[in-house]
T-cell receptor, first 114, second 110 residues
Framework: DTGVSQDPRHKITKRGQNVTFRCDPI?????LYWYRQTLGQGPEFLTY????????KSRLLSDRFSAERPKGSFSTLEIQRTEQGDSAMYLC????????????FGSGTRLTVV | GESVGLHLPTLSVQEGDNSIINCAYS??????FIWYKQESGKGPQFIID?????DKRQGQRVTVLLNKTVKHLSLQIAATQPGDSAVYFC?????????FGAGTRLTVKP
């Protein structure tokens, strides 16, 4: 296992377009998390999954954002009608349940909305 | 609401010196804390963790101290090296998610 993988690494999109990011967690981890990070700030929690069930969503996750983990393995995060304020690094992490050894993060997808 | 925060945004140390990075937390019910290191263009990397039933935990060149009385967490890095230059975050783990502070940028001068 090579850790948590995210694709793409970088995405530039025009305002109003939809984008989708993919995360492949560590295979034996049943928890998967999405965070957003802007420059100079710590990661902000967006949502998390326990297997295929989405158990918590932050207030930051507006109705333009949707996340899925259909088979309890990989996950996708879609942003519809992107806005310039959506520009950020989107980080995915996975962990065991209960959490031990923290979360393992991917390298993130950097989104730039122009 | 309750949050995790850091005392200083930047820290500059001489190579070979010890570094201490501090963090304050406000949720007295938190029982698990983690320190992460984040290098430019990468995701946060786990350094060390500590549970609330401990006061101190040591790793390789790193030590985490937890003072529950004043809700304070610190990360000590011994013999700081240029490769330690990064942003360091403390994180407070609740049952369902982890909350991060803004981070401290550590710069190691040769």
């Amino acid at each position: 296992d090579t850790g948590v993988s995210q694709d793409p690494r970088h995405k530039i999109t025009k305002r109003g377009q939809n984008v989708t990011f993919r995360c492949d967690p560590i295979s034996e981890h049943n928890r998967l998390y999405w965070y957003r990070q802007t420059l100079g700030q710590g990661p902000e929690f967006l949502t998390y999954f326990q297997n295929e069930a989405q158990l918590e969503k932050s207030r930051l996750l507006s109705d333009r954002f949707s996340a899925e983990r259909p088979k309890g393995s990989f996950s996708t995060l879609e942003i519809q009608r992107t806005e310039q304020g959506d520009s950020a690094m989107y980080l995915c992490a996975s962990s065991l349940d209960p959490v031990a050894g923290g979360y393992t993060f991917g390298s993130g997808t950097r989104l730039t909305v122009v | 609401g309750e949050s995790v925060g850091l005392h200083l945004p930047t820290l500059s140390v001489q190579e070979g010196d010890n570094s201490i990075i501090n963090c304050a937390y406000s949720n007295s019910a938190s029982d698990y804390f983690i320190w992460y290191k984040q290098e430019s263009g990468k995701g946060p990397q786990f350094i060390i963790d500590i549970r609330s039933n401990m006061d101190k935990r040591q790793g390789q060149r790193v030590t985490v101290l937890l003072n529950k009385t004043v809700k304070h967490l610190s990360l000590q890095i011994a013999a700081t090296q240029p490769g330690d230059s990064a942003v360091y975050f403390c994180a407070e783990n609740n049952a369902d998610d982890m909350r991060f502070g803004a981070g401290t940028r550590l710069t190691v001068k040769p």
